[in-house]
């Protein structure tokens, strides 16, 4: 199993920027990819931004050019630096860890936390 911890959320005017956590623990080992999701009211949740361990990052349009997605081996810690947010930025924003095991590929999430983006 692994556990994922997010943190950062919160209100910010359009314009502005936020940084949010994701702290892994359990089982981390063969971790394929960190990355993020989006989940805005009445929407499906959306991917948006990925990690792919030794692979490079991978964004979707939206973000692309105001978000960055790093990652610190040592804390097992994935960031999302979000700028320039803008009101259709506002959503639930979810960790997501893909790990390899022994008996196949299994997903993992966080718990969720909130941005809002106010115009």
């Known amino acids: 199993q692994v556990q994922l911890v997010e943190s950062g959320g919160g209100l910010v005017q359009a314009g502005g920027s936020l940084r949010l956590s994701c702290a892994a623990s359990?089982?981390?080992?063969?971790?394929?990819?960190m990355g993020w999701y989006r989940q805005a009211p009445g929407k499906q949740r959306e991917w948006f931004a990925t990690d792919i361990i030794g692979g490079g990052t991978r964004y979707a349009d939206s973000v692309k050019g105001r978000f960055t997605i790093s990652r610190d081996n040592a804390k097992n810690t994935v960031y999302l630096q979000m700028n320039s947010l803008k009101p259709e930025d506002t959503a639930v924003y979810y960790c997501?860890?893909?790990?390899?095991?022994?008996?196949?590929?299994?997903?993992?999430w966080g718990q969720g936390t909130q941005v809002t983006v106010s115009s």
């Open positions: 359990g089982n981390i080992y063969s971790i394929n990819t």
């Open positions: 997501h860890v893909l790990r390899s095991g022994s008996f196949g590929v299994f997903d993992y």
